[in-house]
């Protein structure tokens, strides 16, 4: 792989290492990047941290890192003092356990990463690794220090490699009911789940990611186009008034009106021979009223 690893050790199950490196798997690095500018001179501005009582810069040699204990009251640490509770890193990518894929909630997954033999000497065994996890359709959890903290991976089979996806802790984890605790317990039913069923199985399809545009980035890229062609800026398109129809209260209003129909039903008598119905408009124009009479 020609591109720089972003960590290299060993990955390690038991007595069986082999030497890996991991490599970002996602980058912001084609994104359209701005920077802020002088607009009297068009100079590029560099950003100075200020004492925030003074307001004169402070110089890097002066930079510590503080934390506050009580309104604008801060004890200060020193880089050494950070430096010594950094866990000790020893270069292994330590395999814990196995575990199938969908054990673990995707709400843990934090940073995908590549992993890859890191020389020639490491392929064979880092094969044996992956057909392993394949074979068995499990992953692997494993922990190392990357980056000055102890972080879990969850590793699986990835065509010729292996992913490492880095996983947030628990403490990370915003729980659940912050968000779904004034949402009411409502149980639907009937025609409304069966239309629900019916937009689901006409909208299934398949994940490609290249079927997905990021707008932002491709009208960002036509402006800086056009400044510096000196052409006219795009504008935004004007968006498309549609008739958007309530699908839910359309249906409760359906269901609402069978049910009445229902109810003004006349019930056929056990044993009773079924009425003929009659091809005669007026025979037809009285049934309402009879419906109404015996309700």
């Known amino acids: 792989m020609s591109a720089r690893a972003s960590w290299k050790g060993s990955l390690r199950i038991g007595d069986l290492r082999c030497q890996v490196g991991l490599y970002a798997a996602v980058s912001s690095s084609e994104r359209v990047s701005l920077h802020l500018v002088n607009r009297k001179t068009g100079h590029r501005l560099q950003r100075r941290y200020v004492d925030d009582e003074t307001g004169k810069p402070v110089e890097q040699a002066d930079q510590v890192k503080g934390y506050e204990v009580a309104d604008e009251e801060y004890v200060s640490f020193e880089p050494e003092e950070i430096a010594a509770v950094i866990p000790e890193s020893d270069k292994t990518l330590q ?83 912050e968000a779904f605790d004034d949402i009411p317990k409502l149980r639907i039913k009937g025609e409304m789940l069966d239309l629900a069923k019916h937009i689901i199985a006409t909208k299934k399809g398949t994940f490609s990611p290249a079927a997905f545009e990021d707008r932002y980035e491709d009208a960002l890229s036509e402006l800086i186009k056009a400044k510096v062609d000196g052409k006219p800026l795009p504008k935004r398109p004007e968006r498309k008034v549609e008739n958007v129809v309530d699908l839910m209260d359309a249906l409760r209003k359906s269901a609402s009106g069978k049910a009445r129909q229902a109810d003004r039903a006349v019930p056929s008598k056990k044993g009773a021979a079924p009425r003929k119905k009659s091809a005669a408009p007026a025979r037809k124009k009285a049934r309402p009223a009879v419906r109404r009479k015996a309700s």
């Open 95 to 177: 395999i814990d356990a196995f575990l199938k894929c969908d054990d673990i909630d995707p709400v843990y997954f934090d940073r995908p990463y590549y992993l890859a033999p890191a020389n020639k000497a490491s392929e064979e065994c880092f094969a044996l690794i992956r057909e392993g996890l394949n074979t068995g359709k499990v992953a692997a959890i494993a922990r190392t220090v990357i980056f000055r903290r102890l972080r879990t991976f969850l590793i699986r089979p990835h065509d010729a490699s292996l992913i490492a996806i880095a996983l947030n802790y628990d403490y990370e984890i915003r729980s659940a009911s």
